[in-house]
């Protein structure tokens, strides 16, 4: 899989990770090894930043040149681009919604087993059922 992201990385003009998992620090996803494979010019944007990033060597709230490739690490990027963040998260929500959406019965469908619904839900019944949460 590594080799795979990095042929994609050396590809790409633009890569963006996004990549942060609740209560923890980010993983790395885009290595030193990737970024050596991309073209100078190349523009990196970290929006994980502040959790320690995706990116092996971005820097919290700067953009760095390494070797020619730009590692944006701005801290709250969406924040300084609301409208377009709210468009993003607005389709990733439609996205969600018709996973689950069962259009028969134009009902959603909470699959409990599921893994996206198993990050996503925080109490059901009464109670709270998500793990991060419960401290599991």
């Given at each position: 899989q590594r080799d795979a992201m990095k042929k994609t990385c050396g590809?790409?003009?633009?890569?963006?990770?996004?990549?942060?998992v609740?209560?923890?620090k980010a993983?790395?996803?885009?290595?030193?090894?990737?970024?050596n494979a991309m073209k100078p010019g190349s523009?990196?944007?970290d929006l994980a930043v502040e959790?320690?990033?995706n990116v092996e060597g971005v820097a919290y709230d700067q953009v760095i040149d390494r070797n020619g490739v730009k590692i944006v690490g701005i801290a709250n990027l969406p924040g300084r681009v609301?409208?377009?963040?709210?468009?993003?998260y607005a389709a990733n929500l439609e996205a969600l919604v018709e996973e689950f959406w069962d259009k028969t019965n134009k009902t959603f469908v909470l699959k409990l087993d599921d893994e996206i619904i198993k990050g996503c839900l925080v109490t059901h019944g009464g109670k709270?059922?998500?793990?991060?949460?419960l401290g599991k």
């Open positions: 590809d790409s003009d633009v890569v963006i990770s996004a990549a942060q609740f209560g923890r993983p790395i996803l885009v290595t030193a090894e990737m970024l523009v990196v944007v959790t320690g990033g609301p409208l377009h963040a709210s468009q993003v709270i059922v998500n793990e991060k949460l």
